[in-house]
């Protein structure tokens, strides 16, 4: 079942922050962050695991409460570069395939 | 360490042609998926193999659409009597054999394919 993000598109300034939501209707193992580019690749940003643990990126912090299956993604002092599609994946029962929201525009400006 | 690749970066096909696209995981990833994705979606899963062995491929939108990897390496995907529904990008990824819930997908560029 796919994931339900929100916002759905955000601007900001640079400096400013922001927060991406990601919910699901059944329990969560996981939760995937990537950002998408246009044209470009969905990057890896960080794996939140059930129990609290994360990996990936240092720069951008993000939360994962199993309770009300959802995570959030939290964009602090953004920076120009940080404009993009933010997707959240959840591994689905079977575990090998991620099922993908449909992503969240963010458009930082100068 | 180089990332997963993937060629032709963009095909433009005629309605009813076949098209093949490759896919190069990273060299020490055991796990490939494919995926598709369309304007303004996330990624949808197609298939998945782990090593040579295709462990999912129910999920493949058709019977025109196949993927092999012989030999454990590179990847395949080919969609045989191309409509203009499957105009969409084509993402590969790679992952190591740790468990699929936790490990990081590695995804490639993708081949946009148009279909006229």
């Known amino acids: 079942q796919q994931p339900v993000q929100s916002p759905q598109a955000v601007i900001l300034r640079e400096g400013e922050d922001a927060v991406i939501n990601c919910s699901s209707s059944?329990?969560?193992?996981?939760v995937h962050w990537y950002r998408q580019k246009h044209g470009e690749a969905p990057v890896f940003l960080m794996i939140?695991?059930?129990?609290?643990e994360q990996k990936g990126h240092d720069k951008i912090s993000a939360s994962f409460n199993e309770k009300k299956q959802q995570s959030s993604l939290y964009l602090t002092a953004s920076q120009l570069s940080y404009s993009g599609t933010y997707f959240c994946?959840?591994?689905?029962?079977?575990?090998?395939?991620?099922?993908f929201g449909k992503g969240t525009s963010l458009l930082v400006t100068p | 360490d180089t990332g997963v690749s993937q060629n032709p970066r963009h095909k433009i096909t005629k309605r009813g042609q076949n098209v093949t696209f490759r896919c190069d995981p990273i060299?020490?990833?055991?796990?490939l998926y494919w995926y598709r994705q369309t304007l303004g979606q996330g990624p949808e899963f197609l298939t998945y193999?782990?090593?040579?062995?295709?462990?999912?491929k129910s999920r493949l939108l058709s019977d025109r659409f196949s993927a092999e990897r012989p030999k454990g390496s590179f990847s395949t995907l080919e969609i045989q009597r191309t409509e203009q529904g499957d105009s969409a990008m084509y993402l590969c990824a790679s992952s190591l054999l740790g468990d699929p819930r936790t490990d990081t997908q590695y995804f490639g560029p993708g081949t946009r394919l148009t279909v006229l």
């Open positions: 994946g959840t591994p689905e029962d079977s575990g090998y395939a991620l099922n």
């Open positions: 193999f782990q090593n040579e062995a295709q462990l999912e």
């Open positions: 939140l695991l059930k129990g609290g």
């Open positions: 059944k329990a969560l193992y996981s």
């Open positions: 060299s020490e990833h055991n796990r």
